[in-house]
Nanobody, 116 residues
């Protein structure tokens, strides 16, 4: 079965950095694009970043562009989200997403809190 497990979240001060990881299993990882979403309290889940299956192309939400970097290591079946210059508005639960055989899969999420 498809499994996505996020890690790396935590509490960080404004201006700080975090590196999130998503370990994937149960599908041919290198054949699929991967995405990061986040959900702030009482808000809808929103797109953050996407990376193509081989890592050649990336896309970012305007709020993330220039501060966040998505990458992947297909040998480790892992996708990463490097977050720099973090702001309080970046606070939320971050989810890894994969679309496999027309189905959408999500991890359990990892909490990111940006606060002094």
């Amino acid at each position: 079965q498809v499994q996505l497990v996020e890690s790396g979240g935590g509490l960080v001060q404004p201006g700080g950095s975090l590196r999130l990881s998503c370990a994937a299993s149960g599908f041919t990882f290198s054949a699929y694009a991967m995405r990061w979403y986040r959900q702030a309290p009482e808000k809808e889940r929103e797109f953050v970043a996407r990376i193509s299956n081989l890592g050649v192309a990336t896309n970012y939400a305007d709020s993330a562009k220039g501060r966040f970097t998505i990458s992947r290591d297909n040998a480790k079946n892992t996708v990463y989200l490097e977050m720099n210059s973090l702001k309080p508005d970046d606070t939320g639960v971050y989810y890894c997403n994969a679309q496999v055989f027309s189905k959408s899969y999500w991890g359990q999420g990892t909490q990111v809190t940006v606060s002094s």
